[in-house]
Every structure is written in C-alpha cells, then in structure tokens.
C-alpha cells in the first residue's frame, strides 16, 4: 500500500514522540535518520516508513487497528487511574488523532473491544446506520419467566427515560439465568436497562461478538492487531 509523505516534525509529533518544537532537539542531537542518513530539518518531508529514531523503526507509523479483551473492572475513560489504556504501550495515549475505543463497556462489563486512531473507521463501526451486532452472553439474578424473548423480540420494549422503544433483539436461553443476547444498536447500559425493565438484574455480562470480530483465545486484558483482511471487513 503506497503512503504519502509527511513533514517530519508533524509525522513524530502526532505519534506522540514529542511536540514539534522538540523535534529540533532529536535532530540536533543527530538522532533521526533515513536510510541511515541523519536528518537536520524539522520541515523535510519523508516516507513514515523509512525514518528511525535511535536507529529503530517508528512505533506504528500508519493507523491502529486493535482487537481487546476488555477485562472487568477497566473504563474506557481516557483519564481514569482504571483505564484500557494502561493496557497499551504507553506512547499510543499520545498518538493524534487519539486512540480511541470503537465505543464502550461500562467497568462491570468484560469482552470484545475494538480500538483505532483512523476515524472514518471508528465511525463506520459505531454509526446506528450499519446497525452492528453485538452478542451478549448474561447472567441474571432471577429465573427466566418465559416472556421475555418474545417481548424483546418485538421491537416494543421501552426503556426509563426513553422516547422510542428497543430495536429487536435476539435471546437465546441456555438456562434459567444465563441467556445469549444480540443487540442491534448500543444505547447507554442497554442490557442492563432491559432486564430492569423486566424485573430483573444483570448479575453478570460479557460480550462475546462485535460484528464478525470475536476473541478466540485473546485473555482478558491482551489484544492484537488487526489484519488487512479484518479491516476491510464488513458487520
């Protein structure tokens, strides 16, 4: 994939070596190179691919593409002593545009997350538009009553403090309290919502699926990249 060239001073600053005034103390020092020639002007323009700093490759030069396992007790609030973020290398907080999580999970929910610093795709996995799937494994503190699949099937649930009802949802039992839930839209705590709106309580919730992306064997608080493939898939 061909990539265009950018100025050095921009290129380092917004992948969070530094500010662009001290790029000019790196190349002072003699510290920046391409094809292992140093470099001496903050404003040259250079191929992010080939440029070095301390004679290693730049930290990701191009955009994040990220699969997580959000694991319980972590916020997606970039500002929190308890956030994601601590579980990546310490540079990517910096990165501009920011890494940011492809919505959220609230600090009691575990499971598939998604992260990026592209925006145009944190927008295409986040916009109501594309009505993305997302699949739920919950437990609940009371028995299933046998009405709730078909009230939340219906596309009629209307939640506290809402206006308009649930979309469809899709609930498959698999005992009293466990159920497998998938989702087609993510306001604001909704499995939890509903369930209250039921009578009942989530006593535990993890999401298994986002989409087509799923953990596999990823442990809570690993991640990895994604893959050309993975990126270029559709929900």
Not at 13 to 37: A, T
Not at 95 to 101: D, V
Not at 177 to 205: I, K, P, W
Request: net charge negative.
């Amino acid at each position: 994939m061909a990539h265009s060239s950018e100025r050095l001073d921009h290129l380092l600053s917004r992948l969070g070596y530094c500010s662009r005034s001290e790029v000019r103390d790196l190349l002072r020092e003699g510290r920046v190179s391409v094809d292992g020639m140093p470099l001496r002007k903050a404003a040259t323009k250079v191929d992010p691919a080939t440029v070095q700093i301390d004679e290693e490759p730049l930290d990701h030069p191009y955009p994040l593409y990220v699969l997580y396992h959000k694991p319980l007790g972590k916020v997606c609030a970039h500002d929190d002593p308890r956030a994601i973020y601590q579980d990546f290398p310490p540079r990517w907080r910096y990165r501009r545009p920011s890494f940011s999580s492809v919505g959220r999970l609230d600090r009691e929910t575990s499971g598939v997350l998604l992260l990026t610093d592209d925006g145009d795709w944190l927008h295409r996995w986040t916009s109501p538009r594309y009505a993305i799937p997302r699949r739920y494994r919950v437990t609940l503190q009371n028995p299933l009553q046998g009405h709730e699949a078909g009230i939340l099937a219906s596309g009629t649930l209307l939640l506290e403090g809402e206006h308009s009802p649930c979309k469809v949802a899709e609930m498959i039992p698999l005992d009293t309290t466990e159920l497998q839930l998938t989702l087609h839209e993510g306001r604001y705590h909704e499995v939890r919502r509903m369930f209250a709106a039921l009578d009942n309580l989530v006593l535990s919730l993890h999401r298994e699926a986002f989409g087509p992306f799923t953990l596999d064997d990823l442990a809570p608080g690993q991640w990895r990249e994604l893959s050309e493939i993975e990126r270029q898939m559709e929900s």
